[in-house]
């Protein structure tokens, strides 16, 4: 069974910051494409980040300029460093392996993010 394991969420103000982080397989994380999706009940899940085996990154344009996606490969793990945070980033946040633009595996748990005052 993949796993997929996401944490690093919380409750921050606006402004605020947070690094969720996503630690898979070693096999899944060297092989593929990785990406952050974000979900908000009565909403479909919104592609936020995805970086490649290579290094390269694409982001969607709500968080251009304010997020950052990173990884470790000795650690098998993804970051997602979110910086001038505001409530519309509110949501549960999940990461997963990629085919082109199709997740590879069912989502895990994710982590909640929460930007209130």
């Known amino acids: 069974q993949v796993q997929l394991v996401e944490s690093g969420g919380g409750l921050v103000q606006p402004g605020g910051s947070l690094r969720l982080s996503c630690v898979t397989s070693?096999?899944?994380?060297?092989?593929?494409?990785m990406a952050w999706y974000r979900h908000t009940p009565g909403k479909q899940r919104e592609f936020v980040a995805r970086?490649?085996?290579?290094?390269?990154?694409n982001y969607a344009d709500s968080v251009k300029g304010r997020f950052t996606i990173s990884k470790d490969e000795a650690k098998n793990t993804v970051f997602l460093q979110m910086t001038s945070l505001k409530p519309e980033d509110t949501a549960v946040y999940y990461c997963?392996?990629?085919?082109?633009?199709?997740?590879?595996?069912?989502w895990g748990q994710g982590t909640q993010v929460t930007v209130s005052q």
């Open positions: 070693k096999t899944i994380f060297s092989i593929n494409t």
């Open positions: 997963n392996a990629m085919s082109g633009a199709t997740p590879l595996f069912s």
């Open positions: 970086i490649s085996t290579r290094g390269s990154t």
